[in-house]
């Protein structure tokens, strides 16, 4: 039976003895409780003891022992015998202990434990004073590797822990099992995610043998830095750090600066480098990127705030050649700084945008900007919306835009004055000898004629242009190399009716009325003097909308997911009607862009104002939905929406119907899904093609997934055609091997675009890759149309894994239409 000795209750029965011991037994006022088998107290040396299953608690300490004692004096607690201490969560292990109450100090000779993720040993032992904040110790061995065999160790002489923060180790030797591999005089690891040393060896014919090293720490609390030090063997050495604020951790696109130079020892090799030249690339490269918020006035969060996106490149192919990632995900980065103020009714913006890298096409503009969010006009059923939008805009060619239109201008020039100058003729026949043909030789306009005998004339086709199409042509590019440039004034103003019908209100009914205005002043640039003028805009349109739903609670098919099946269908017409004539020779700025979707039918939503055309469309779809239970809540079991467009009036082309669109979506289980977004040509036009875009993730079982998808594209006026495969495949071969794939392959021309293959073993505390890449880049010159890559990926499983910009395993392909 246990015994328990309850030291305040002793101070108390010997509070009558001599006054010699109040010192003694204030201490003694402690509330520590010792439990053991055998319990004792000396009240002349103030030395209480335990022996068997000892137990002692004291505040928020607890310590088991085989045998223990406590110090009144001293306030020490000495435990022996297969020891264990909980201190402020952590558990500390050992044959011999010292704990003070009054200090609240631990020291030990030998001591484990552990902060996730790490598991520690160390001979001489101490922690400082009240909470633990800091854990000396000597002759330690360190691993994040949760077994009674570790796979590798490391051996410290001395190491300091900061919980939560760092580790610092002197005198380091890192052992493989029992062999020594590593040897450092100081290493220095914090316990936070991103931070610490982390290295990536590996090769690409781009860049050759590389080693990526990157070493992050905090300074102070507030800001997260991580240095890099790259080496290429085929392009030279790369510096670079980059700082995060803690503030915006969570978001990726505010609250850094990123930094970054390399001297390029061969940069005018790269994925396209058959476009290059000494004057477009120099071995000095470099990267200035910077993102931020700053609320107003600060330092809390307010509805004022001054957003930065900023990035100063020193060439175009510089994120192309070292940053393949942001590459692909931004290839031209924009360059804003955003005064914002929102509201609950409205944001407003100032906005300046700049062309600060002169080899990208961009628009410079400051624009004031009022967007007003729908609303309820006091209590009447009436809604508004709105947009209102002044500034001055210019249409800004790249460097390269601009060389080749005056290379252009120049050939036009000369041709012109060698084909039609030389005697006034409008032909642009030539005889054998160069000179002009006169006029009446019509038939063979825009020949060249070569005679070898008088009786017999042979004409060589060359373009059959006269002297109009060519003046026509240089005026066009003449025009474009001016650049477009203007002032503008836009404000846009709508109005809504909702209304219900029927039991249940089943049917939607929303009538809209629009209008408003487009100003520009001070044109210049377009094919002819616009100088100042005005587009009014009047717009009306309607939704129509019925919702049927029928349930079958029966339907019960746990394989594919099924607990109830709910069908909902939603027939639907969006009808609009913008009267807004266009202004001719006008350069537009905020200008549609080349796309495959279906553009947006609602005024509101047509960011393309100096394109706006007047329009008589209606957009007529039926929407299935199909619901079932899931997890306690309702899930999206799959879907249909299938819609086309009517023309009444058609902006862009001469079309009576769009194609059919469908957007389908099926997702059963967890580990199974499918899409397909398709469109099919039901009308005449020359403008109708046919495009799908499908994609299935299959997982069947815990050690196989499989992603597949298909992009094609046919008959489409402005982009090339294609039939696109992508594969992505990984297996668990057992539980410590694994293997992935990822393919794509163009079916048009039979390429396969990209390869790669990874090997992954999982070393318990390690996770070790081992992945090779063949990239087919299509136009390069020196034969060099492929680019190999091998990288080596060594990790420790609970500290980060280092983000690759070679793109191992990428994500090819993204659903939608081509933009």
Avoid at 77 to 85: D, H, I, L, P, S
Avoid at 216 to 237: E, I, N, P, Q
Avoid at 595 to 612: H, Q
Wanted: include cysteine; charge should be negative.
């Amino acid at each position: 039976m246990k015994l328990a000795l309850s030291l305040a209750s002793c101070a108390l029965l010997l509070s009558a003895n001599a006054h010699g011991q109040a010192d003694v037994l204030g201490a003694l006022t402690s509330n520590i409780n010792i439990e053991g088998m055998e319990t004792g107290f000396d009240p002349m040396t103030g030395v209480a003891t335990a022996k068997g299953d000892v137990h002692i608690k004291y505040e928020d300490v607890e310590i088991k022992a085989g045998s223990a004692e406590y110090n009144a004096n001293t306030g020490d607690v000495v435990a022996r015998e297969n020891v264990t201490v909980v201190k402020d969560g952590e558990i500390f292990r050992g044959e011999n202990i010292i704990y003070n109450v009054k200090t609240e100090e631990l020291k030990a000779n030998s001591v484990r434990s552990s902060l996730p993720p790490i598991f520690y040993q160390t001979e001489g032992f101490k922690t400082n004073s009240g909470k633990v904040e800091r854990i000396d110790g000597t002759n330690a061995w360190f691993t994040t590797h949760d077994s009674q065999v570790q796979n590798y160790r490391v051996r410290a002489k001395s190491i300091t822990i900061y919980p939560g923060d760092r580790v610092i180790m002197k005198g380091v030797k890192v052992y493989a099992g029992k062999t020594p591999v590593f040897w450092f005089p100081y290493i220095v690891q914090p316990l936070d995610d991103e931070l610490g040393y982390f290295f990536q060896p590996g090769y690409t014919s781009q860049w050759g043998a590389f080693l990526l090293n990157q070493y992050g720490v905090m300074h102070g609390d507030h800001t997260l830095a991580k240095y890099h030090l790259d080496l290429r063997s085929s392009r030279g050495v790369g510096i670079g750090a980059d700082f995060y604020s803690e503030k915006w951790r969570k978001n990726p696109h505010i609250g850094q600066l990123k930094l970054y130079y390399a001297y390029d020892t061969d940069p005018l090799t790269g994925v396209n480098d058959s476009t290059r030249s000494d004057a477009l690339v120099d071995e000095n490269r470099y990267r200035i990127g910077f993102q931020h918020r700053i609320y107003i006035p600060g330092p809390q969060e307010s509805t004022w705030y001054l957003d930065f996106d900023l990035t100063k490149l020193s060439d175009e192919f510089m994120l192309e050649d070292y940053f393949l990632n942001d590459f692909r995900l931004e290839p031209q980065p924009d360059n804003i700084i955003n005064l914002v103020k929102r509201d609950d009714r409205f944001t407003a913006s100032l906005l300046a945008r700049m062309q600060l890298n002169e080899f990208y096409h961009a628009d410079e503009r400051v624009e004031l900007a009022f967007d007003f969010t729908r609303s309820r006009i006091l209590n009447t059923n009436i809604y508004y919306q709105g947009e209102t939008s002044l500034g001055s805009y210019r249409d800004k060619l790249s460097d390269s835009e601009r060389a080749r239109l005056q290379s252009k201008i120049a050939q036009q020039e000369s041709y012109l004055s060698t084909t039609y100058g030389a005697n006034g003729g409008t032909t642009g026949l030539l005889d054998s000898d160069g000179n002009a043909l006169p006029s009446t030789a019509t038939g063979l306009a825009g020949t060249t004629l070569v005679s070898n005998d008088a009786a017999v004339v042979r004409a060589i086709p060359k373009q059959l242009l006269t002297r109009d199409d060519v003046e026509n042509d240089l005026e066009l590019l003449q025009a474009e190399l001016n650049e477009n440039k203007f002032l503008r004034a836009h404000t846009y103003h709508e109005f809504l009716y909702p209304l219900s019908f029927g039991q249940g209100d089943w049917i939607n009914f929303v009538p809209r009325i629009g209008g408003g205005v487009t100003y520009y002043n001070d044109v210049e640039g377009g094919v002819s003097d616009v100088g100042n003028d005005t587009r009014p805009i009047f717009a009306a349109g309607f939704d129509l909308s019925a919702k049927f739903s029928k349930t079958w609670e029966d339907v019960q098919n746990r394989r594919i997911g099924l607990d109830g099946l709910r069908h909902i269908i939603q027939p639907y017409l969006n009808y609009s009607y913008v009267e807004a004539d266009s202004i001719e020779g006008l350069g537009t700025i905020d200008r549609l862009t080349p796309s495959t979707r279906p553009r947006p039918i609602d005024v509101p939503f047509f960011t393309a104002i100096d394109d706006l055309k007047s329009w008589n469309i209606a957009r007529i779809g039926v929407r299935n939905l199909f619901q079932t239970k899931r997890d306690g809540g309702t899930h999206n079991y799959a879907g249909i929406n299938t819609y086309l467009d009517l023309f009444l009036e058609d902006p862009e082309f001469d079309r009576d119907v769009s194609n059919l669109y469908n957007d389908i979506f099926w997702a059963p289980l967890p580990w199974l899904a499918l899409s397909i977004d398709s469109q099919l040509p039901i009308g005449s036009s020359d403008y109708n093609f046919t495009e799908v875009n499908s994609n299935i993730t299959w997982m069947p079982t815990k050690n196989f997934s499989w992603s597949l998808g298909h992009q094609l594209l046919t008959d489409n006026p402005i982009f090339v055609d294609s039939s696109l495969i992508y594969s992505r495949i990984y297996t668990k071969i057992n539980s410590n091997w694994g293997f992935s794939m990822n393919h794509i392959y163009e079916m048009e021309d039979s390429t396969l675009q990209y390869q790669s293959y990874s090997i992954h073993r999982d070393l318990a505390s390690w996770t070790m890759s081992l992945g090779g890449l063949i990239r087919e880049n299509r136009g390069q010159k020196n034969g060099k149309d492929n680019e190999y890559g091998l990288v080596l990926s060594l990790t420790l499983k609970d500290f980060p894994q280092v983000s690759i910009p070679l793109d191992l395993d990428p994500n090819p392909t993204g659903q939608g239409g081509r933009e």
